[in-house]
């Protein structure tokens, strides 16, 4: 079983529609969660992070985080082109990130 | 502000042949520093991650290895490269008690 598994896609929403990004992970003794952004070529940049159960909000991105089901999900209002990019899940537990192996998501003009 | 700087950005390397990787941040003290591997299509996998100066700890045993020789210092290494160690190789750092990993550019390898 994966440690962390994520729906590969690729998901395609339209422009100013919402996009949704789902992860689950396997060590219900994990302590923080991440959602990560990587454009095509490029290294990962940080959106979020949450520690604890229930949403968490930045701007147009909300984390949602489960613990009692291993969930963590981004949503992603108001989506752009610009948003178009692959979305990595890391989970982190005893000085160790692990991380999901993304799900690419297009924004069609 | 903290900034990490990876590099060489891009190599080309023939089978066999050494690797040096190299990655310093700066503006912080007594970072947490990992370095992982992408392969094309892939998640990132850990390879090392060092917690203080000398120490490392080594997830995948292969042919690599990693010194950390300064506290903002993180060296990548192996003495003969295979076609497998291809990838996208990722510095990072994290302030112990957040968590938060802040990833360099990047360091794209290309083994023929």
């Known amino acids: 079983q994966k440690e962390v598994e994520q729906n590969s896609g690729p998901l395609s929403v339209p422009e100013g529609a919402i996009a949704s990004l789902n992860c689950t992970y396997s060590?219900?003794?994990?302590?923080?969660f991440f959602w990560y952004r990587q454009y095509s070529g490029k290294s990962p940049e940080l959106i979020m992070s949450?520690?604890?159960?229930g949403d968490k909000e930045d701007g147009r991105f909300t984390a949602q985080l489960n613990k009692a089901s291993q969930y963590v999900s981004l949503l992603i209002r108001d989506s752009q082109p610009s948003d178009s990019a692959t979305y990595l899940c890391?989970?982190?537990?005893?000085?160790?990130?692990?991380f999901g192996a993304g799900t690419r998501l297009t924004v069609k003009p | 502000s903290q900034t990490i700087h990876q590099w060489p950005a891009t190599l080309v390397q023939p089978v066999g042949s050494p690797l040096s990787l190299e990655c310093t941040v700066e503006?912080?003290?007594?970072?947490?520093l990992y370095w992982y591997r992408q392969a094309a299509g892939r998640g990132l996998q850990l390879l090392f991650y060092?917690?203080?100066?000398?120490?490392i700890s080594s997830e995948v045993p292969q042919n690599l290895s990693a010194s950390r020789p300064q506290d903002r210092q993180f060296i990548l290494s192996s003495k003969k490269l295979l076609l497998s160690d291809s990838g996208f190789y990722l510095c990072?750092?994290?302030?112990?008690?957040?968590?938060?990993?802040?990833f360099g550019e990047g360091s794209r390898l290309t083994v023929l």
């Open positions: 060590d219900r003794g994990s302590q923080s």
């Open positions: 890391a989970v982190y537990n005893n000085n160790d990130m692990r």
């Open positions: 990072a750092w994290s302030v112990f008690v957040r968590r938060e990993l802040f």
């Open positions: 949450i520690y604890s159960n």
């Open positions: 060092s917690v203080g100066i000398g120490q």
């Open positions: 503006g912080t003290s007594n970072p947490n």
